[in-house]
Structures are given as C-alpha cells and as structure tokens.
C-alpha cells in the first residue's frame, strides 16, 4: 500500500498535539523539522522502510504521498531508549493517578536516550542538568538507572572545568557559562542520590572530586555573607508565582528569591560532599564540609528569618525548600508549616512551584505531618496540577502547567515542550510517602528501608513495588470503611524495614494474630508503631 512507483515520494511530519479544532500543530517544535523523505528507488519499492540517525519526539503523524489505500496499520511506532530494565511499579484505585504514573514512566523513556534530555522533539533535546538533578531520584524507582547515569556522570565530569564549574547542559554544546544552582548542582546531588539506590561505593568514589570541586568553585564565588549571589541563575523555573506570569505567556522566572534559592542548594551541596566523604573514609574533608554546610546555614538563618521565625523568602517554594531541608530555625518549624498551610490556602489548594519547589511540594508536607494537603495537591484535577494535565489528554509529563489551556488552545509556542519529564518527580513521594518504601542511607542498596506508609481515604488502597539491588520491596495499603486501614509489606531475604505505622499495638494484627503477641519487636511510640520487621511477607490488619 506504499507507493509502488521510483521516485515516488513518502513523508512523514511529526507532532506532539493537535489543535483545538484538530488541525496538526508543530509551531512549539520551533526550527526543528521533524521531517522523513523518502524517494523510492527501483529497490526500495515494497520494502519496509525507517529513518536513521534520528529520532522523533510524538504522539501524532502527518503522512503524505502514501496512497489512498494507505491506512494506519501501515506505520508502526518504535519506542527508542537507552536499555534499562524496569524496576518500579505502583497502582491504586485511582485511575487518574494511575494514568499519571504510566505518562511519568513513558517521559522518562521517551528522553532517555543516551544522555538525560530535556524533550525529545524540538530544535533542542539537550542533557539539561537540572532537569535530571530533580528527577534522578524518581528515575531511578522507576527503572534500573545505575549505568545509565554513571555514564552520563563521567561525562559531566569531563566537561567541568576550574573556570566555569559543572555546565548546564552535558554534552555541554552550549558554550562557557558559569555554573548554576541546581542546575550544575546535579554534579553532587546525582551521584548521592545513585549512591543511596545502589550502594555503589566505587562509583561515588570516582565522582567525589567533581563533587568536591563543585562546592569549592561556589565557595570562592560567594559574597562576605556567606551567601551565593552571583551569576546568571535560573531560579524556580517556570513557578506560577513570577513577577511576569499572567502578563507574558513565555513567562519563565519564578517569585522565589534568587539568592535564597542558590544559598539553599550550596547548603546541600557541602551537606552532601560531607556525608560522601564520611563513606568514603576522608574523615578530614567530612568535617571540613560538615563545618561549611554548618556556616552556610547560619548565614542564611542570618540574611532570611526573623528572630521569630518568621521567612523572608516566604513563596510556597521558599518554605517547602526551608522545611524540607532542615533550614528552618530550631523550633520554628510549626510556624513556618502553617504559613505554607496559609498560602495553599490563599491558593485554594493549588501548587505555585516551579522547578524546584515541586518535586519536594508533597514530600515536605507529608515529612512535617500534614498528608492531607499533600494528597489534596496530587488529586486537584483543575489548573495547576497533575492531573489537570491528564485531563486534557495528556500521555507524557508537560513542561508547562498550562501547556494546554482549559479552552484546548495551545498556551504558547516559545517554549511549550509536551514531554518534559521534570514534574514528574512526584512519583518519589508516591513510591517514599504514599506507599512508604524509602532506602536508607546508612544502609544504601535497600538494604534496610525505612516502610512508613502514609495513606488516605480518598483513595481506596495503592501498592508500590521496587525491585532493588536486594529483591523486591512490596508495600501497599487498603482502605475499607467497615475495618479501616489494611497494609501488606514483602521484605526480600536477608533485608529488613524499620516499621513506622499509624495505629496502637492493642488494636493492631500482624498476620491475624495481635501486634502486642506477635514475635516481632513492635513498639508503641505516640499514635505511631514502630519496630523492625525482618524478610518475609506480612499482612497488618
């Protein structure tokens, strides 16, 4: 059904959306052709034909010169990434979430290829740093993710230079620039994060000196305060609360305040180096770092709380970063909660993060408590939010709220990418709080998790598995309104969990018999029951 004649011509245009009115749309591919041509030789005629040396980013196809006979089981779609083996699944009643968690998997393989790409159809696809810093952790639950950012890691670390610090994109094709938070802190943040999931000492072992080097390139670039204030930033990218959104559709900058964002990431930078080079047996730069993590965060208590507690860099992702990053004066906490509390409030329980704040939006929330505002956020489906997206049609993560207005129409075409993989670093805080699986770092390579489920009624039940370097991890929970809460756990052989359950030791059953008789070492502490639950499967009723 092909053409049959030489010389005939077969192309094929690529798209990510229609518009509106169903017409196909590929201005957001900016410069990028997005074209196959294929002229039919005496020997190409009835072959089976595909493009090579390229790749395309798509959901839809515009065919031409195929025939009238032509029809859409002519065309088959291959799907091209980087070979990594699944590793994480979760599901739950919600098939909205569940539509959510396949678009966040199928982003992440549409853009590894080779090297962590921003988007894989435009005139860019480049290995942006940051974009990887936010969604490592997430990535690397859902597939097998060791090799894949190793490789790319020694890369980063061949393009870093003593001049201009870590790039922003890697391969760095974009020329000198100095380098910026949490875009180039990815060169620390990536190879901890690889750490903790894979307990590869070697391989943090060969990153450390661009770990290193990272923080001293920000120490000597930081002002007499103590703090990071200098050079080109991006801050919270694409935050809804910038001092341009609504009035620019191409609006990019956030509301948080630069220097607070920059001195935040310097902060876990230096905490980072120094925990890697206490693994590391480097006892001399642990407290070398330890001390720097410690200066760094007096000079930002100094520059941006009040001596009440109050935050000056009061954004939603000002306090979320504050909180879940122990910036926070001591016994403050509470009060900074509630003014996040207020500003979700002040937004009817919608997100204003960018960039930075929301990967860690819920997983802060439900660190200090409050997993109701947290399950709230995840299960808006109005504008901003995840599900909003969904919504809309959406089969991959966008790199705008907006991408799509409620109306259908195109939001805007300068930089409006529909597989952009950075918000769906959601998907940690479903694996880590939802369903509770978190790796321990003192134990890294799951060989000991922290099980802490956190679930609510809005859902009936979730279920997550990990197979991690030790076996697979199973937790899930279910919700039922004549006998509340059940949760099933599977620790693999030779493992264990730190059990952190809400419920009492007198009301609670560990595979039908009561926790208080059970030969488990179960505690009570608080509303909360605790203890270590060794390999095996188990059923809490």
Not at 199 to 208: N, P, S, Y
Not at 213 to 242: C, E, M, P, T
Not at 400 to 426: C, D, F, Q
Request: hydrophobic letters at 35%.
């Amino acid at each position: 059904r092909l053409p049959k004649l030489i010389g005939d011509r077969l192309v094929i245009r690529y798209a990510e959306t229609l518009d509106k009115d169903g017409n196909f749309y590929t201005e957001n591919l900016r410069t990028a052709r997005c074209t196959d041509t294929f002229i039919y030789g005496e020997k190409q005629v009835g072959m089976l034909v595909m493009p090579h040396f390229t790749f395309h980013g798509f959901r839809y196809i515009c065919v031409e010169g195929a025939g009238t006979e032509t029809e859409a089981s002519d065309f088959t779609a291959c799907a091209m990434h980087t070979d990594m083996q699944p590793t994480g699944t979760f599901t739950s009643d919600n098939t909205l979430v569940n539509q959510l968690q396949s678009n966040i998997q199928w982003g992440q393989r549409g853009n590894f290829l080779d090297v962590p790409t921003d988007c894989p159809q435009r005139d860019e696809r480049l290995g942006w740093t940051g974009d990887a810093q936010v969604f490592c952790g997430t990535a690397s639950y859902n597939f097998h993710t060791a090799l894949f950012f190793r490789k790319w890691l020694r890369d980063m670390a061949a393009e870093t230079t003593p001049e201009w610090g870590v790039p922003h994109v890697v391969p760095n094709i974009l020329g000198n620039q100095a380098g910026a938070a949490a875009w180039s802190d990815a060169a620390t943040i990536i190879p901890w994060t690889i750490y903790k999931v894979y307990g590869d000492k070697e391989m943090l072992a060969e990153q450390f000196p661009m770990m290193k080097n990272w923080v001293d390139y920000i120490h000597a670039r930081v002002s007499k305060n103590g703090l990071w204030q200098s050079g080109f930033q991006y801050g919270d990218w694409l935050a809804l609360d910038g001092p341009r959104y609504g009035l620019d559709a191409e609006a990019v900058l956030g509301g948080t305040d630069v220097t607070f964002l920059c001195s935040v990431y310097y902060y876990r930078c230096a905490q980072i180096v120094s925990k890697a080079a206490g693994v590391l047996g480097m006892e001399a730069e642990q407290n070398e770092y330890a001390e720097l993590a410690e200066e760094i965060r007096t000079a930002i208590h100094r520059e941006y709380f009040t001596p009440t507690g109050r935050c000056a860099a009061a954004t939603q992702t000002g306090l979320v970063l504050a909180l879940k990053y122990g910036l926070v004066p001591s016994g403050f906490e509470k009060k900074n909660l509630e003014a996040l509390q207020s500003m979700l409030h002040d937004s009817q329980m919608h997100l204003r993060t960018g960039f930075l704040g929301t990967p860690v939006l819920c997983r802060a929330l439900s660190q200090y408590g409050d997993n109701n505002s947290a399950y709230t956020l995840l299960l808006q489906e109005d504008f901003p939010s995840w599900l909003y997206e969904i919504n809309m049609g959406a089969t991959t993560i966008w790199e705008r709220w907006n991408a799509l207005l409620p109306n259908g129409k195109i939001s805007g075409t300068g930089m409006n990418s529909m597989n952009h993989y950075a918000y769906g670093s959601i998907v940690e805080w479903m694996y880590r709080d939802m369903c509770g699986i978190n790796p321990c770092e003192e134990a890294p390579g799951f060989q000991r998790i922290t099980l802490a489920p956190k679930p609510d009624k809005r859902m009936g039940y979730a279920c997550a598995t990990v197979d991690s370097p030790a076996g697979r991890y199973q937790s899930g929970w279910k919700w039922r309104e004549d006998t509340g809460f059940s949760y099933d756990f599977s620790i693999p052989f030779n493992c264990e969990g730190e059990l952190c359950l809400m419920g009492t030791l007198d009301t609670l059953t560990v595979n039908g018999i009561p926790a208080s008789k059970s030969n488990l070492s179960l505690q009570q502490d608080g509303e909360l029951v605790k203890g270590i639950l060794p390999a095996g499967d188990y059923h809490f009723q």
